[in-house]
DNA sequence: ACGTACATGTAAATGGTTACATGATTGA
DNA sequence: TCAATCATGTAACCATTTACATGTACGT
């Protein structure tokens, strides 16, 4: 078997709203889900190989480039891809390497620990500038912004906001507790 | 090699603040940090042997049961572990299964998405309301929360409340904005 | 007698990232 | 002519989870 599971799916999603090669379906990742979703092409070659060969997607040689191959969605796999959009999502056990420092933080002197959180607090921030420069530019976009599927893209992207946005709030919490 | 990172660093944790068994570990483990760190046994007891074979922790033969080890942490574990913690934290790529389903939400009818975020928003609620429930426990332990320390514990337990939060205002809005 | 908690470990499968290898095309 | 971008793929490695295997101790 090898290679399974979820990068199947973003990668039949990707092809859901766009025919296209590898290489594109990397680019469209990185332009538009990267914030919460990242695919490299060491795994998109492999699964797009399997997802061919199980007849959920169809390639198609292209004219301009011998090398490039471009792979489209079939009535197979956008079946098999509602049939994951539907199931109910598996709550992932999250590892969050800051909450397991926070948590032995009596190790190290307090400065330190304060230090940590203000450094995160600094990457939260300037990831909430990008997240909210990413909005403006989508709401300015009236011809993107006011088609009805746009709210599919806007949600994730005020995930991001008000998550990070949170995380902020806790950071400012966390250092005033410390300090206090 | 085999087995590395984040595991060694969890379990020194653990064993910077009290002796035990490997399964006294993972108990520790599941009680205390299981909302945001998980672990099992199939990848403690290799780390535990690899952790001694590095001079890190040093095992004892419990008078009591022939079979339980009792580990703790070494001066050389102790100074590795602080080094780690030290170190700045790893901005980990996230991978949110909800985020992608929602993205590709218009390959399904609208009335599933809103469901599934339902579903979902069901779930962070009972989070919550554990958090919670933990929260007002530990501040009810005089004992245990008025330590120095109380703080390394009560901030993670803050991050589950702030961040959960936050997540149900996300599907409100979100449901909102399906409807509206 | 039965179930639960204590206790330790291995093997296999799964999932994901990084490094390596190669080479064409396009624009400055 | 040099850099960036386009383009595809393999191999190795690293990390994690699940399933399997085994058995004791203790309370009801």
Redesign the interface.
Known sequence: MAIKN?TR??IL?VL??MSGSGYDIKKFCDK??A????ENFGHIYPVLAQLEEEGLISKAASSKDERRKEYSITAKG?EE??KW??E?????????????????????PKE??IE?IK??KQ?YESRLEEYRAMEESFLKNKKESEKP?S??????L??GI??T???I??CE??IS??NG
Chains 1, 2 share one sequence.
């Open positions: 979820k799916y973003a999603g859901s709203l538009t889900i914030h919460f979703w990242n956008r891809f509602c959009m539907m109910p999502i598996e709550f992932q056990p999250a590892r969050s390497e800051l909450l397991l420092k926070v948590s032995f933080g009596s190790n190290i330190r620990v940590m450094l995160v990457r599927e709210v599919y893209w806007i949600a994730p005020r995930y008000i998550a946005e949170a995380a709030k806790w919490e966390t507790r410390l």
